[in-house]
């Protein structure tokens, strides 16, 4: 089982979640995070972090959010890992709780 990025992420991306994992396991692209499912050890340490709930443990994703395990396997390949905590986008809680944002994601 892994944790994964979720739609919540896009255009806040905070990096509470960045600052606790163990093994480095974060990506960082233009306005999200993703997770390498290869490298997490499923230690639960980085999904309260999270002030926008934005990961889940892939076991609750719903159905409309099944995509976004593979969406994350995708960009773990090609963004670079994070591993040191950074300031949120300036507007980041102008997005925290907007819905339907995937249109939005910046590869």
């Known amino acids: 089982m892994t944790f994964v990025v979720i739609e919540n992420c896009i255009k806040c991306k905070y990096t509470d979640c960045v600052e606790v994992c163990p093994v480095d396991c974060f990506h960082e692209g233009p306005n999200m995070l993703v ?3 290869d490298e997490c050890i ?4 980085c999904e309260p972090e999270c002030p926008a709930e934005a ?3 892939e076991d609750d994703l719903t159905d409309s959010e099944q995509h976004f395990l593979q969406l994350n396997i995708e960009l773990a390949k090609d963004w670079p ?3 040191e905590m ?3 986008p300036a507007d980041a809680d ?3 709780g907007v819905a339907d944002k995937l249109q939005h994601l910046a590869r």
Do not use: A, F, Q, R
């Not at 499923?42 to 340490?45: A, Q, V």
């Open 55 to 57: 990961i889940k443990s």
């Open 81 to 83: 890992v994070i591993n």
């Open 42 to 45: 499923d230690c639960t340490l």
């Open 86 to 88: 950074k300031e949120p």
């Open 35 to 37: 997770i390498d499912p």
């Open 94 to 96: 102008e997005w925290k």
